[in-house]
T-cell receptor, first 109, second 112 residues
Framework: GQNIDQPTEMTATEGAIVQINCTYQ??????LFWYQQHAGEAPTFLSY??LDGLEEKGRFSSFLSRSKGYSYLLLKELQMKDSASYLC??????????WGAGTKLIIKP | TAGITQAPTSQILAAGRSMTLRCTQD?????MYWYRQDLGLGLRLIHY???????GKGEVPDGYSVSRANTDDFPLTLASAVPSQTSVYFC???????????FGPGTRLTVL
């Protein structure tokens, strides 16, 4: 079967750095996505990785290791507005997105 | 630009009744999707359409139907609602099947 695993919840302090991990087992791999979802709102696109390595976009970076079936999202200089759920999704061999349940990130002052 | 709009925002529906959730995008995207999101679970694909005139079944299609008469609209119909269809429904679109998906604001549906 196909499976995406992420921690259910994480807590971090404003101004700090947090790493949200995602491991996956899917039938084929055609890229990995990270989305942010604030409570009661739609998911919004953050990053996309298809090759191994680190993609940096401002305060957010995403890393991929295809051989390990592993990715992480790194958030630096945390702000209160970063409190949200972060969704990991893998595009499988049929080009369908398989979604993790999401990691709820709580930022404390 | 509006992007993707969904209607209604929320709805309470009696079991056994039918309902159509509306989704419209103005980005001229070819592909559109319907997902449901339930607490503790990842988004699950209900139906998709890679281009106008074609549709396909996702992971959880039972009890739902879709149509894609034109590029902009992708309605989702529940023929006879059941309480297990209580969920938040998101419509999404992408330029092509290989491109990033962008989501509408969602419809919160409660079936009693």
């Amino acid at each position: 079967g196909q499976n995406i695993d992420q921690p259910t919840e994480m807590t971090a302090t404003e101004g700090a750095i947090v790493q949200i991990n995602c491991t996956y087992q899917t039938s084929g791999f055609n890229g990995l996505f990270w989305y942010q979802q604030h409570a009661g709102e739609a998911p919004t696109f953050l990053s996309y990785n298809v090759l191994d390595g680190l993609e940096e976009k401002g305060r957010f970076s995403s890393f991929l290791s295809r051989s390990k079936g592993y990715s992480y999202l790194l958030l630096k200089e945390l702000q209160m507005k970063d409190s949200a759920s972060y969704l990991c999704a893998v595009r499988d061999s049929n080009y369908q997105l398989i979604w993790g349940a999401g990691t709820k990130l709580i930022i404390k002052p | 630009t509006a992007g993707i709009t969904q209607a209604p925002t929320s709805q309470i529906l009696a079991a056994g009744r039918s309902m159509t959730l509306r989704c419209t995008q103005d980005m001229r995207h070819n592909a559109m999707y319907w997902y449901r999101q339930d607490l503790g679970l990842g988004l699950r694909l209900i139906h998709y359409s890679n281009t106008a005139g074609t549709t396909g079944k996702g992971e959880v299609p039972d009890g739902y139907s879709v149509s894609r008469a034109n590029t902009d609209d992708f309605p989702l119909t529940l023929a006879s609602a059941v309480p297990s269809q209580t969920s938040v429904y998101f419509c999404a679109s992408s330029m092509g099947g290989e491109d990033t998906q962008y989501f509408g604001p969602g419809t919160r549906l409660t079936v009693l």
